[in-house]
């Protein structure tokens, strides 16, 4: 069984919305895992230049060779990430989507997934949540999975 929309669903994942919804959704500031899904069947178009900031003076764009062989043709899920919980800005669901959203605005305080801003599409995918006990486990876990489905690790995450 590959991770789907509906299977995420079914698992308790919320939301679905576009990166530019985010600032309007009422998310939550408990710690939990998150995902970047993409609903499209088309073959991506990758972008030379990331919409990305840079982060300590590093450009966060990729050739187009290595987004090449990132990409899973199969997978919807692109990007599988976590949210520590805490009230802080940056902590929690809230916190960490909102960086990640401002990150591929030109923003620098999200620097993981950055692969996604470097798609033609990224306005069109999909970021969904769940809150959880204990995040980093959660996260381990669904990467876990998603590396047994795939062999590799989805588009944007770099490492496990």
Not at 29 to 41: E, F, K, N, P, T
Not at 58 to 73: C, G, R, T, Y
Not at 91 to 99: E, S
Not at 120 to 145: C, H, I, S, T, Y
């Amino acid at each position: 069984m590959t991770l789907t929309r509906q299977v995420l669903e079914e698992r308790g994942f919320r939301g679905f919305v576009p990166f530019s919804l985010l600032a309007t959704q009422r998310l939550p500031l408990d710690g939990g895992i998150y995902v970047v899904i993409r609903a499209s069947d088309a073959a991506p178009t990758f972008l030379a230049a990331s919409t990305a900031g840079w982060r300590k003076g590093v450009n966060p764009a990729v050739s187009m060779e290595q987004l090449a062989a990132k990409w899973i043709d199969e997978a919807e899920v692109l990007y599988i990430g976590k949210a520590d919980s805490g009230t802080a800005a940056g902590h929690g669901l809230r916190g960490r989507l909102r960086q990640y959203a401002r990150h591929g605005l030109g923003g620098t305080s999200h620097h993981g997934g950055r692969l996604i801003w470097q798609l033609q599409d990224a306005a069109a995918l999909l970021v969904a949540w769940k809150p959880a006990p204990d995040p980093r486990g959660e996260e381990n876990a669904m990467l876990a999975e998603f590396e047994t489905l795939h062999y590799a690790l989805p588009f944007a995450n770099l490492r496990h």
